[in-house]
């Protein structure tokens, strides 16, 4: 994680430095956060970091002429860092873009607030548990399972304060990375994708810039006149969204993320998001 205070905003990326993985959820700084610091110990700081108590720090151990003793700082050595890297960015990262675009279209301000929501939060666990952890490969003495249900308990903590703006920022960049992979490995393998498909059709309404409660949704995309224009053209032709190549490759290509991708969009735009989730737990279309 980046933090740039002269832009007001934390760009995140799965990798921050060559063969390491770091995480660690690290809010935006924002009043709540400087108000917070001067009420509870009396220090004015205009940009204060706030994060979570969980971090986690791998670093591959290719080191040629000795290494710093980082293990003693709970740092992690190990042979590859990709298995854990793939697992962080399919899991967690996808599961903040699965419910990112939910919440923010039934117009919840905070990621905790989201995991509250019976709906938001089934979704995440029923995309995660049945489309994105089974394309994961295995990490070294890890659970996959129990990573996802740490990840929950990280997501629901309300002393973090992040938001969903933050996490539907920038999804032109975070998409290709996140949630289209996923798809595409279960489109090679043969197996569905109705929860993965309705996530990128959220993320399509979304860019529409108005919540299912009719409020303005500012620009929250370096490329959003491009999306938001994408995300107009596909309330009645669903492939000009996945026409962005950029952004789906072959995976916009496929006739099968068109057909389920067509259906999300068109359920999300007749019943809203909270009913095409809905139907989507259920079994329905």
Not at 80 to 95: A, S
Request: charged share 25%; glycine share 10%; with cysteine.
């Amino acid at each position: 994680r980046l933090a740039d205070p002269g832009l007001g905003r934390w760009i995140e990326d799965a990798v921050a430095f060559p063969n390491g993985m770091v995480d660690r959820i690290t809010p935006a700084t924002t009043d709540r956060e400087r108000t917070f610091l001067a009420e509870n110990f009396g220090i004015a700081d205009d940009w204060p970091v706030f994060c979570e108590e969980f971090k986690q720090w791998v670093l591959q151990d290719t080191f040629t002429l000795g290494r710093p003793a980082l293990e003693e700082v709970g740092v992690t050595f190990v042979a590859d860092v990709t298995p854990y890297e793939h697992m962080k960015i399919r899991i967690l990262n996808g599961g903040h873009a699965v419910l990112a675009y939910a919440g923010g279209l039934m117009g919840i301000h905070f990621v905790h607030e989201a995991m509250q929501d019976a709906t938001v939060r089934a979704f995440l666990a029923k995309v995660a548990h049945e489309e994105i952890i089974p394309c994961v490969p295995p990490v070294p003495d890890t659970d996959l399972g129990a990573y996802h249900r740490l990840i929950e308990r990280r997501f629901a903590n309300p002393k973090i304060g992040d938001t969903i703006r933050r996490l539907c920022l920038d999804g032109s960049n975070r998409q290709p990375k996140f949630i289209v992979p996923s798809i595409a490995d279960r489109l090679r393998a043969g197996q569905g994708i109705a929860g993965l498909a309705l996530a990128s059709a959220l993320w399509c309404r979304y860019c529409f810039g108005i919540t299912d409660g009719g409020k303005t949704i500012e620009p929250n995309d370096p490329s959003w006149e491009r999306l938001q224009g994408a995300a107009r053209r596909a309330r009645a032709d669903p492939m000009a969204w996945l026409a962005m190549s950029d952004i789906y490759g072959d995976t916009g290509r496929s006739p099968v993320m068109r057909e389920n991708f067509a259906r999300a969009l068109a359920a999300v735009w007749a019943k809203g998001a909270r009913a095409a989730i809905d139907d989507y737990l259920a079994g329905g279309a």
